[in-house]
C-alpha cells in the first residue's frame, strides 16, 4: 500500500465518524421538536421529565436546539473538509492528470456527499420522528461532549446575532418551546397544502377548548326556561309556543328539582291536545353533569348518551343552569343560527373601534376577541364579571373600570347587565 492508499483509508473512519455524529445531531433535533409538540403525543414530555437529562433537555429546548444545529453544522464542514481531501489524495492517485483522475475525485465526492445525506441527514429525521424518546435518552448522554461548543461559539454567536438583530429593528421569532399548532395554523400559506380557512378556525378554536370548563359555556338558570309539573299542561304548552324550543327541563316548583327532560316531539306524537295530557308520563332521563367538567368531556359525554341537554348541578345538587350539544358545537363551528333565532351578537365591533358586548357574552369570547383576561375566573359571563366586580346590579350609564377594560353600562334591567360599551385600555403609555 503506497501513501496515498494510506492516506485515503485515514481518512475514512474520520468521515465515518463525522456522519454518525450528524445523525446523531439531526435525529435528536427533530426528536427534541417532536417532544415540544405535545398535541402529538401528550405523554410523551411527561415520560421525559421524569429523568433529570431528559428534562435539562426540554427545559431549555430552544438553547439546546441551537447547540445541535450549530454542532451539526460545523460537522457538516468538518466533513466537507474530509470529503475534499479524499477527493484531492484519490485524484493524484489515479495519476493527477487527463479525464480519469477527475472522473474518479468527482465519482468519490458525489459518492461521499451521497452517503452523507442518507446516513447523516434523511434516515436521521426519520428516526428522530419516530422514535423521539429514544433517541433523546441517547443524546442526553451524548451532548455533554458538545458543551464547551455551547459556552465557546454558540451563546456568543447568539448574543451577537440578536445585537445585531435588535440594531437593524428586526423581532427574534418564537423559540422552541412555543412551537406548536398554534403557529402552524397560523400561517397564511398560499399552497395545496394550506388549510382552508373554514378549517383554521375549527382547528384554533378547538385548540382554545382545551382550558375550558361547562360553567365557562352554561346557560345562567335565570336564563332557562322550564315546564312546572304545578302550572296546568296549558300554560307548559303555550310557553313551548312562545319559546320556540324544542326540550324543557321538567322541574317541581324550582330548577333544583328537575324531573327529568320534555322533547316538545314527544308531545306531538301523542296525537291528541292537552286534556289528559300527563307530562310525568312523557318526561325523559337529563343527563347531570358538574361545572368542573371540561368542555370535551361534556361534549364526549352528550355525544355517546345521543343526548342534546344536560343539567349542570354543584356539589350540593343545586343547579347551575344547563348546557347543550348546540352550545358546545359552536366553540368549533361559531354561531349555529336557524331562522328562529334572532340576529343579535354577544360581540360587536363598532366604526369608533369600540365593542357593544351582551351581558350573557360568555367571559372566555370577550378575553378572545378583546385579547385580554378576567381576573376572576370563577364568573362565566362579560355581565357576570360587571356585577361581581361591583357587588350589585350597576345602573345605566354608569361607568367603570375592569381589568384593562373601559366599561359604559348601556342596558340593563333589574336582574341583569343586558349589553355595554366597551373600550380596551392602552397598556403601553407611548400609546395612550
Known sequence: ?????????????????????????????????????AH????????????????????????????????????????????????????????GEGLFPLL?????????????????????????????????????RALYLYAPLDYLVVKPMRFLVSAFMRRVGVRDVPGLESLGFEEQIEREDSGEDSLPPMARRIFKNALEMRGLVVSDVLLPRHQVQW???????????????????????????????????????????????PRGLDLRKL???????????????AMHTLLSRRQHMALVVDEFRGAEGIVTLERLLELLVGDIRDEFDQEEDNIRRMPNGEYSVAGLAPAYEVERALEME???????????????????????GERLRLDGLDIVVTEVDERRVIRARVH???????EE
Request: aromatic share 8%.
Open 1 to 37: 500500500m503506497n501513501a496515498a492508499d494510506a492516506s485515503l483509508w485515514s481518512l475514512a473512519p474520520v468521515g465515518v465518524l463525522f456522519i454518525l455524529s450528524n445523525a446523531l445531531l439531526v435525529a435528536s433535533e427533530l426528536a427534541l421538536l417532536r417532544a415540544c409538540l
Open 40 to 95: 402529538f403525543e401528550p405523554g410523551l414530555a411527561d415520560r421525559l421529565r421524569e429523568e433529570p437529562s431528559t428534562r435539562r433537555l426540554l427545559d431549555d429546548a430552544e438553547g439546546t436546539a441551537r447547540l445541535l444545529r450549530t454542532a451539526s453544522f460545523l460537522g457538516a464542514g468538518c466533513y466537507a473538509l474530509v470529503l475534499f481531501r479524499m477527493g484531492y489524495v484519490a485524484y493524484f492517485r489515479a495519476g
Open 104 to 140: 474518479a475525485a468527482g465519482l468519490l465526492l458525489a459518492c461521499g456527499t451521497g452517503l452523507f445525506l442518507f446516513f447523516g441527514v434523511l434516515l436521521p429525521r426519520v428516526a428522530g420522528l419516530r422514535h423521539p424518546e429514544g433517541t433523546l435518552r441517547l443524546a442526553a
Open 227 to 273: 315546564m312546572d309539573l304545578n302550572d296546568s299542561v296549558e300554560a307548559n304548552l303555550r310557553l313551548a309556543r312562545e319559546t320556540g324550543h324544542t326540550r324543557f327541563p321538567l322541574c317541581i316548583g324550582d330548577l333544583d328539582r328537575c324531573v327529568g327532560l320534555i322533547h316538545i316531539k314527544d308531545v306531538f306524537r301523542r296525537g291528541s291536545g
Open 283 to 297: 318526561k325523559r332521563e337529563i343527563l347531570r353533569i358538574s361545572p368542573e367538567t371540561s368542555v370535551e368531556e
Open 374 to 396: 378576567f381576573a376572576d375566573r370563577e364568573v362565566s359571563t362579560f355581565g357576570g364579571q360587571i356585577t361581581a366586580f361591583l357587588g350589585r346590579i350597576p345602573a345605566q
Open 424 to 430: 380596551r385600555l392602552p397598556t403601553d403609555p407611548e
